[in-house]
């Protein structure tokens, strides 16, 4: 039975970003996305004029496999969370342990850390799958971490609500919690609201032998292999130079048909779409895939309330400038975001190229 400290918690499991990874089990950078194999010699074009319709043969393709190498600490004790060393994210861009992190969460998952790999991957962790509700965090609502970059267990609250000691004890008993049924999993993360905005994890098991009592999450503490493909689909050709353009996903709903990922495309899903203009070709963008908001010329972004169409004349970038129209120079992309997934990697993106 699950145990329910308050009712309060957020639907919005670890996934904030997404992350891939080349890195081996050392420390260092983490992260960086290899492209498929290309697999067509001349990459077609659809011209849609200024009514884009989206279809699976103008869709990018993208695969993950994510990691949590766990360490061990001592059962039913005041263990330390520690996070000076997290100087990436799990994207590998630059992130600040004393400002840019601001919440640290432990999440108890009912699964293995095999099992609970497998969800992360197929974007199919829920709320079920959490033992302890809500996840306990520090700080407290309200209260900043005073650029520290450590906090002990006991200082962990349930939404501001106290945990005493003896409950904690309870919680973090190997016995009761064994690795070969459950899964520890601490998280820092970006906001105040726990199971949002993370930006690292480090899996954890606990044993009654143990003499460390330190979790240290470190740039590697979350592992990921990724793999795009860009240069295989078929791509959108628009008119020219104007921002009177739309994009309907209606079709990709009525056809049942995957996304990106791999799953199914469902109604109102979607919650924003994004417009990049690059200077680099989709092959470099392949590899950058997981920074293309910060190496962006230009980047637009648009909610979606509801329905299958985005409207471009709503698309604003953070200055508050309107989108002005594709340009024949460079990479234009537009993406299609599912914010309340786990897996947050868009699950449609196509490249958008002039053809009148």
């Not at 309060?8 to 089990?25: E, N, V």
């Not at 726990?194 to 098991?205: R, T, V």
């Not at 469902?266 to 470099?284: C, L, W």
């Given at each position: 039975?699950?145990?329910?400290?308050?009712?309060?918690f957020?639907?919005?499991?670890?996934?904030?970003?997404?992350?891939?990874?080349?890195?081996?089990?050392?420390?260092?950078?983490?992260?960086?996305?290899t492209?498929?194999?290309?697999?067509?010699?001349?990459?077609?074009?659809?011209?849609?004029?200024t009514?884009?319709?989206?279809?699976?043969?103008?869709?990018?393709a993208f695969?993950?496999?994510?990691?949590?190498?766990p360490?061990?600490v001592?059962?039913?004790?005041?263990?330390?969370?520690?996070?000076?060393?997290?100087?990436?994210?799990?994207?590998?861009?630059?992130?600040?342990?004393?400002g840019?992190?601001?919440?640290?969460?432990l999440?108890?998952?009912?699964?293995?850390?095999?099992?609970?790999?497998?969800?992360?991957?197929?974007?199919?962790?829920?709320?079920?799958?959490?033992?302890?509700?809500?996840?306990?965090?520090?700080?407290?609502?309200?209260?900043?971490?005073?650029?520290?970059?450590?906090?002990?267990?006991?200082?962990?609250?349930?939404?501001?609500?106290?945990?005493?000691?003896?409950?904690?004890?309870?919680?973090?008993?190997?016995?009761?919690?064994?690795?070969?049924?459950?899964?520890?999993?601490?998280?820092?993360?970006?906001?105040?609201?726990?199971?949002?905005?993370?930006?690292?994890?480090?899996?954890?098991?606990?044993?009654?032998?143990?003499?460390?009592?330190?979790?240290?999450?470190?740039?590697?503490?979350t592992r990921?292999?990724?793999?795009?493909?860009?240069?295989?689909?078929?791509?959108?050709?628009?008119?020219?130079?104007?921002?009177?353009?739309?994009?309907?996903?209606q079709?990709?709903?009525?056809?049942?048909?995957?996304?990106?990922?791999?799953?199914?495309?469902?109604?109102?899903?979607?919650?924003?779409?994004v417009?990049?203009?690059?200077?680099?070709?989709?092959?470099?963008?392949?590899?950058?895939?997981?920074?293309?908001?910060?190496?962006?010329?230009?980047?637009?972004?648009?909610?979606i309330?509801?329905?299958?169409?985005?409207?471009f004349?709503?698309?604003?970038?953070?200055?508050?400038?309107?989108?002005?129209?594709?340009?024949?120079?460079?990479?234009?992309?537009?993406?299609?975001?599912?914010?309340n997934?786990r897996?947050?990697?868009?699950?449609?993106?196509?490249?958008?190229?002039?053809?009148?």
């Amino acid at each position: 039975m699950r145990t329910q400290i308050t009712v309060l918690f957020t639907a919005a499991l670890p996934f904030a970003l997404i992350a891939c990874s080349s890195g081996g089990d050392g420390g260092g950078a983490t992260s960086g996305c290899t492209s498929a194999q290309v697999t067509m010699a001349t990459q077609p074009m659809a011209c849609m004029g200024t009514n884009i319709v989206a279809s699976p043969t103008n869709n990018y393709a993208f695969t993950s496999t994510m990691r949590l190498p766990p360490v061990t600490v001592k059962s039913m004790s005041n263990l330390t969370f520690d996070w000076t060393g997290v100087t990436n994210n799990f994207l590998g861009n630059p992130v600040s342990s004393t400002g840019g992190l601001t919440l640290v969460s432990l999440l108890l998952f009912v699964h293995p850390l095999a099992e609970v790999e497998k969800k992360l991957n197929e974007d199919t962790l829920a709320l079920q799958d959490v033992e302890v509700i809500p996840p306990p965090s520090w700080p407290a609502p309200g209260m900043t971490t005073g650029g520290k970059t450590t906090a002990q267990l006991y200082e962990f609250t349930a939404n501001g609500s106290e945990i005493t000691p003896d409950m904690f004890n309870m919680g973090f008993d190997a016995a009761k919690y064994p690795s070969s049924t459950y899964t520890y999993v601490a998280t820092v993360a970006k906001g105040m609201t726990p199971g949002e905005g993370n930006q690292m994890l480090q899996a954890f098991n606990l044993d009654a032998g143990s003499s460390a009592t330190t979790v240290t999450l470190k740039n590697d503490s979350t592992r990921m292999t990724c793999n795009v493909s860009l240069r295989n689909l078929t791509i959108t050709g628009v008119t020219a130079g104007t921002p009177a353009l739309t994009m309907s996903w209606q079709g990709m709903v009525d056809q049942m048909a995957n996304n990106a990922l791999g799953f199914l495309f469902k109604d109102n899903y979607i919650t924003s779409a994004v417009v990049g203009h690059f200077t680099e070709t989709p092959e470099e963008l392949e590899k950058k895939f997981l920074s293309l908001d910060l190496i962006a010329q230009k980047y637009y972004r648009a909610d979606i309330q509801t329905g299958a169409m985005l409207d471009f004349t709503t698309l604003k970038d953070d200055a508050g400038n309107s989108f002005t129209g594709v340009t024949d120079d460079g990479t234009w992309m537009v993406g299609l975001i599912c914010g309340n997934c786990r897996n947050p990697a868009p699950w449609y993106m196509t490249i958008l190229k002039p053809c009148m």
